[in-house]
């Protein structure tokens, strides 16, 4: 049963940085794709950024040059990390990691959000 695990979130005021960390074990397969999605008060959960299995990353219009993903492999555990500088409020949101993409690219996945696993989300507070 792979598991998906996610620390880092907190509450910084604006233009702080935060760094989102993800774990994913138990796999009995490769599976490279992994992603970070969030959810703010009132708001549809939206993707944020996506690695694909070709190590092709994507990322919301509304976090580029802002955020950084960077993926790592180790046997059966694969480790996601989001870098976040110069947060604003509308940054606030609960973050959620997911793993195992059946969309081929990174580009669909960030679209259809179609993973297998999901963590239980990291709470991310940005004050003004």
């Known amino acids: 049963q792979v598991q998906v695990v996610e620390s880092g979130g907190g509450s910084v005021q604006t233009g702080g940085s935060l760094r989102l960390s993800c774990v994913a074990s138990g796999y009995t397969y490769s599976s490279d794709c992994m992603g970070w999605f969030r959810q703010g008060p009132g708001k549809e959960r939206e993707g944020v950024a996506v690695?694909?299995?070709?190590?092709?990353?994507?990322?919301a219009d509304s976090v580029k040059g802002r955020f950084t993903l960077s993926f790592s492999k180790d046997n059966a555990k694969n480790a996601l990390y989001l870098e976040m500088n110069n947060l604003k409020p509308e940054d606030t949101a609960i973050y959620y990691c997911a793993a195992d993409c059946s969309s081929f690219t990174a580009a669909e996945a960030m679209v259809a959000g179609d993973f297998g696993y999901w963590g239980q989300g990291t709470q991310v507070t940005v004050s003004s």
């Open positions: 690695i694909d299995r070709d190590g092709t990353t994507t990322y």
